[in-house]
């Protein structure tokens, strides 16, 4: 072998072994769960006198923009001080429903809301769900009793689709003309499927065509046909419901194909193929009562997504799941008003950096960045 050949060969072997050596915990095989600390200065303050409502959803693009689709019509009269007639106080006025930050938390845009008569879009009387596909698109739903549809834009506020339409008819499940409350939305790309959480009114998870729209298939829980028989109030210790119970709150596609759903009050994330087969499920303390805590889901950033990040809006934290077994490895934050806690943590998503972002709901009204902590 020329002796160039052996240096460079010595070289790469130095530096593969180096990077064995000092690589941490987190990019090597049985790596340890990341540890979180809040942001206190992120975002920054929204401009034009704004103030935010209930998140209802929360999503990171393919740039680390962070898209937060919040609820104008959910703030009070005090929070809307400078809107009164005369004005109440020096603040504040609605944002906008979708906003669009860097990840300095500088808002960089901000649309939406009803479109003017005529428009070929309903626009959502209680947002809810929203993600940004690999094209730009932005996907929002809503989960008032008449939001029986999902709306997809450019991302500067475009409009392109819809599925479905405004409805005050009964919940049915097997309709596949209208949704029942949509509560999350992911999109798979290669296949140009939409996969719906459907939802707060419905108990399935349905598939479209995310190009044309056309019904593609759906499924209950365990893979079952859905249904709409009410399973009755959630008991800790009972066989397990099945059927999901209202609000199947989050789908996500994993990099390795699998989907996984929120079944929010069963207190459980249920796991299938992408046609629907059933794989496995975690229950995630499933002591929980009231409204449940399984609530939203984020995955890690390693090649492997080895870690699942669940909002949890009952109990208030995010517990670090293992992705494989569903064993609870620690949690994040606390019931509270400070930073780095959380009232009724809905939403959540992480960056390329492995960054966490959460939105809360019900008086909460805020969005925090929680990033990794240095050991």
Known sequence: MPPIKKVLRSFASG??????????????????????????????????????????????????????????GSDTVDELGAAQTPPRSMCCLAAKPVLEFDASGKLLNAWGGPGPAGAP?????????????????????????ADRMVLKFTRDGRFLM????????????????????????????????????????????????????????????????????????YAPGAPPAQQFRTPVHCVHIAHDGLVYICDRSNDRIQVFDKQGKFVKEFSLRPETLGIGSAWDIAFSRDKGQSFLFVADGEDNVI?????????????????????????????????????????????????????????
Do not use: C
């Not at 879009?121 to 989960?143: A, F, L, R, T």
């Open 15 to 72: 530096v593969a072994l180096f990077a064995l050596l000092f690589a941490t915990p987190a990019l090597v095989e049985g790596q340890q769960p990341p540890k979180f600390k809040v942001d206190p200065a992120w975002p920054l303050e929204l401009p034009n006198n704004w103030i935010l409502g209930q998140v209802g959803g929360l999503a990171v693009d393919s740039h680390d923009h962070i898209w937060v689709l919040q609820r104008p």
């Open 162 to 233: 819809q599925i479905g339409k405004p409805s005050t008819e009964p919940m049915d499940s097997s309709r596949t003309d209208i949704l029942g409350r949509p509560a999350g939305i992911d999109v798979d790309e290669a296949a140009h499927e939409v996969y719906i959480a459907d939802g707060y009114g419905n108990r399935r998870v349905i598939v479209f065509d995310s190009e044309t729209g056309a019904f593609k298939r759906m499924w209950g829980a365990y893979g079952n046909k859905p249904s709409d028989a009410d399973p009755g109030p």
């Open 121 to 145: 879009y309903n626009w959502p009387k209680v947002e809810h769900g929203i993600h940004v596909d690999k094209n730009d698109n932005v996907w929002i739903g809503g989960n008032d009793p």
């Open 319 to 375: 517990w670090t799941v293992q992705r494989s077994d569903g064993k609870i490895l620690g949690s994040t934050g606390h019931n509270g008003r400070n930073a780095g806690q959380f009232h009724w943590i809905h939403q959540i998503a992480s960056d390329s950096t492995g960054s966490l972002y959460t939105g809360e709901v019900d008086t909460g009204k805020r969005i925090q960045r929680f990033v990794v902590a240095k050991e």
